[in-house]
């Protein structure tokens, strides 16, 4: 796994908990939290470190790893502007990672193992995604969406249909699209 996705799970740990919270899950972990944004890392790091948030925060695994990625869409705006200006709302921006992102991605973070989306607007104006990785860590994504939402200042819901880790072949999820919220 690339650096850069323990750069910023440093960040949101450090930014909701404080430094003193990162360094206990290091110190809980036994890993070094030298993470380079460019390096590749053991993917058992990462659930390691998920694993020892979930038992510090009280939290699922899978409830970790959502508000991680719910949390660092702040951090991604900031540093890569371009993906996110190019787009009025979160439905284009979801569509955009496969064809824009994705690529870009592996560009930038080269041997990089991005996971595989599938997208197909429904006639009621919801979108069914698909979610393969060996990783399994469609509750990244799911918290991606979600920051993605509050980014372009909308809301909505993510129905996880069909998820690996009930042993399913793939993670099958309907987004539903609210509008922009209310303030």
Same mark, same amino acid.
């Given at each position: 796994?690339?650096?850069?996705?323990?750069?910023?799970?440093?960040?949101?740990?450090?930014?909701?908990?404080?430094?003193?919270?990162?360094?206990?899950?290091?110190?809980?972990?036994?890993?070094?939290?030298?993470?380079?944004?460019?390096?590749?890392?053991?993917?058992?790091?990462?659930?390691?470190?998920?694993?020892?948030?979930?038992?510090?925060?009280?939290?699922?695994?899978?409830?970790?790893?959502?508000?991680?990625?719910? +949390?660092?869409?702040?951090? !991604?705006?900031?540093? =890569?502007?371009?993906?996110?200006?190019?787009?009025?709302?979160? @439905?284009? $921006? #979801?569509?955009?990672?496969?064809?824009?992102?994705?690529?870009?991605?592996?560009?930038?973070?080269?041997?990089?193992?991005?996971?595989?989306?599938?997208?197909?607007? +429904?006639?009621?104006?919801? !979108?069914?995604?698909? =979610?393969?990785?060996?990783?399994?860590?469609?509750?990244?994504? @799911?918290? $991606? #969406?979600?920051?993605?939402?509050?980014?372009?200042?909308?809301?909505?819901?993510?129905?996880?249909?069909?998820?690996?880790?009930?042993?399913?072949?793939?993670?099958?999820?309907?987004?539903?699209?609210?509008?922009?919220?209310?303030?």
């Amino acid at each position: 796994m690339k650096g850069i996705v323990f750069n910023l799970f440093e960040e949101v740990v450090t930014r909701h908990q404080g430094e003193d919270a990162w360094d206990a899950l290091l110190d809980s972990t036994g890993l070094s939290g030298v993470y380079t944004a460019l390096g590749s890392y053991p993917d058992e790091h990462i659930y390691r470190l998920v694993a020892a948030a979930a038992d510090t925060l009280a939290m699922a695994p899978f409830e970790v790893l959502r508000w991680f990625g719910r +949390e660092a869409m702040p951090s !991604l705006a900031n540093r =890569y502007p371009a993906y996110f200006d190019a787009h009025s709302s979160t @439905h284009p $921006f #979801i569509l955009s990672v496969n064809q824009i992102i994705h690529p870009e991605v592996r560009m930038i973070y080269p041997g990089a193992d991005v996971p595989t989306f599938g997208f197909r607007d +429904e006639p009621e104006g919801t !979108l069914m995604m698909t =979610y393969r990785s060996p990783r399994r860590l469609c509750a990244l994504a @799911h918290g $991606f #969406i979600e920051g993605a939402a509050v980014h372009f200042g909308e809301s909505l819901g993510v129905d996880h249909l069909t998820c690996m880790h009930r042993g399913d072949v793939e993670c099958r999820c309907r987004i539903t699209f609210h509008g922009k919220r209310r303030g």
